[in-house]
């Protein structure tokens, strides 16, 4: 029953982000539209690097991507300010376990060691972006966010075997009507 719970409650949690630079309620993101986005994109990018010879599970990094921020069904969307104050990774730790989820997926992607969490990272980074340009074109005022991802993403580019994969990845995350 909590997980029931806490999939409705993913359904109904909008972005704090996006609705602190005011994009009203009903055309804010939420956080299970964003973990699907984010799901997506991580088999996407998986399905790219494994056709270029890389060694990658796409399933499981699509696994993690999807359940990224399920612990945000318990905490709700913390603002970044809030997150200054309080172990946030713990907290979503915490929050994880209750939901009966199991510790070590969360921990993977939090150590961000396996080559799929690395992957997950970059999914949900590049659905944020994707989310900021989307609502850039309609007239919010989101450049702080876009630029924070934009710098973030730069960095994840540089690192193998994204690296390499570039080209071919951009083109299939961004279309010309984007970025």
């Avoid at 991580?42 to 990224?68: M, Q, R, W």
Wanted: net charge negative; charged share 30%; proline share 4%.
């Amino acid at each position: 029953m909590r997980l029931e719970r806490a999939l409705e409650a993913c359904k109904n949690l909008v972005r704090t982000g996006w609705m602190q630079r005011g994009v009203p309620p009903a055309l804010g993101e939420t956080v299970a539209s964003h973990s699907f986005e984010a799901a997506v994109i991580a088999y996407l990018i998986s399905e790219e690097l494994k056709e270029i010879g890389v060694n990658v599970n796409p399933e499981h990094a699509t696994v993690i991507a999807l359940f990224h921020d399920i612990g945000e069904s318990v905490l709700g969307d913390l603002p970044k300010w809030a997150t200054q104050r309080i172990d946030k990774n713990r907290a979503e730790e915490e929050a994880f376990v209750h939901l009966g989820m199991p510790r070590d997926l969360f921990a993977e992607y939090q150590e961000r060691k396996s080559l799929e969490s690395r992957i997950a990272k970059m999914a949900e980074e590049v659905a944020t972006l994707k989310q900021a340009l989307r609502y850039k074109a309609m007239g919010f005022k989101v450049e702080e966010i876009i630029k924070t991802y934009e710098d973030s993403l730069s960095k994840m580019w540089e690192e193998e075997p994204f690296k390499s994969a570039k080209p071919r990845l951009e083109k299939i995350l961004f279309n010309d009507s984007e970025k």
